[in-house]
Nanobody
Framework: QVPLVESGGGLVQAGDSLRLSCAAK??????MGWFRQPPGKEREFVAE????????SYAASAKGRFTISRDIAKNTVYLQMNSLKPDDTAVYYC???????????WGQGTQVTVSS
């Protein structure tokens, strides 16, 4: 299991920003992404980025407020979250997909709490 080390969660107020980081140790992947699980709900897709070329895609809830990016040299993916809302409160998970596979590697999760 390749470790994905996440950081950057915390408690913020509505309208604030946070940046999550996820470092993949030991190898690179075809695609890396972020998912979240709000309290009492299923895990849902937030954003992903193709490592080669940097093509991105977003959930409707993230478009215009969140930006996913990568640092190839650091083998790290970021999620910049702006204009946070209480509905963004969730455990955020980093995930990685090898070429030809779906998301098979998951981080430990980092809590993001947005107060109103």
């Amino acid at each position: 299991q390749v470790p994905l080390v996440e950081s950057g969660g915390g408690l913020v107020q509505a309208g604030d920003s946070l940046r999550l980081s996820c470092a993949a140790k030991g190898r690179t992947f075809s695609t890396m992404g972020w998912f979240r699980q709000p309290p009492g709900k299923e895990r849902e897709f937030v954003a992903e980025i193709r490592w080669s070329g940097g093509v991105t895609s977003y959930a409707a809830s993230a478009k215009g407020r969140f930006t996913i990016s990568r640092d190839i040299a650091k083998n790290t993916v970021y999620l910049q979250m702006n204009s946070l809302k209480p509905d963004d409160t969730a455990v955020y998970y980093c995930a990685a997909a090898p070429s030809g596979f779906g998301y098979v590697h998951w981080g430990q999760g980092t809590q993001v709490t947005v107060s109103s």
